[in-house]
């Protein structure tokens, strides 16, 4: 007699095979979860790039400010006018001079002391044989008067001002007649040292030699090593105020001012 099976009853078997079937996932799930996974890996390659752009953008910004601020200050350090009569020597071997001194309007007027300026500088260069010194500007403030001008060297400044000026290396001033006869300061930190006698011939062999008699502040194209000790005090590494102890402006010392070329 053949048995009959329940309905709907089947072997353990084909109860697995129906059970894995409707486990597995339709094709059109399948689909959307990839396009999903697509996007969202879409939308962080954008969400990256757009964090690099901004970043590159930020880098560009802060080095065109960096620029701006530096021109800026070369704009504004270039026109700016000493306070004090300085002599530059510059390592092109130029010598340039800011002349500050006191304008009494009763004496003469500010076009007068343009024109007298001008012509003196015209009157000189014509008997110079070239044009050795340049006006470069001059300002009125308050009571003073400032005056800069430019010299092709310091051959050029010592005649046009009659002051004993020089401007090159050790060997050279010694063959030109001086004799470096002085109580010399050794110069670090922006010091001046106890002066003493020291064989000039010996430690200043082949430095660079700034000769300089008048009183004003004179700034090398280097570091200062040694200074003549008399009227002198160093303000930093190149610059150096010579000024008479007694406040005598009408008298003045020869100084040498030995220093390593920047």
Request: glycine share 6%; charged share 25%.
């Amino acid at each position: 007699m053949t048995q009959k099976r329940p309905v709907g009853s089947g072997t353990g078997m084909r109860s697995r095979n129906t059970q894995s079937k409707a486990g597995r996932p339709r094709q059109g799930v399948a689909a959307k979860e990839l396009q999903a996974a697509r996007r969202k890996k879409r939308q962080r390659e954008v969400m990256r790039n757009r964090i690099i752009f901004g970043a590159i953008c930020a880098l560009v910004l802060a080095i065109v400010i960096f620029l701006v601020v530096k021109l800026f200050g070369a704009i504004i350090g270039s026109g700016r006018a000493s306070d004090v009569s300085t002599l530059t020597f510059d390592k092109s071997g130029k010598v340039v001079f800011e002349e500050v001194t006191d304008f009494d309007t009763d004496t003469y007027s500010k076009s007068e002391l343009k024109s007298y300026t001008k012509d003196l500088i015209k009157e000189f260069n014509d008997s110079y044989g070239s044009k050795a010194v340049t006006l470069n500007k001059i300002r009125f403030r308050g009571k003073q008067a400032y005056i800069k001008t430019t010299y092709t060297d310091a051959k050029a400044y010592s005649a046009f001002t009659s002051y004993d000026t020089y401007f090159g290396n050790y060997e050279g001033a010694v063959s030109e007649g001086y004799d470096f006869e002085e109580v010399f300061s050794v110069v670090a930190d922006s010091k001046k040292s106890e002066g003493k006698t020291i064989d000039t011939e010996t430690t200043f062999a082949d430095s660079n030699v700034a000769i300089v008699k008048e009183n004003c502040t004179v700034v090398v194209p280097g570091e200062i090593t040694h200074v003549s000790e008399p009227s002198t005090e160093i303000i930093d590494s190149s610059t150096v105020n010579i000024k008479q102890a007694d406040e005598n402006s009408d008298a003045t010392d020869l100084v040498y001012i030995i220093y390593t070329a920047k």
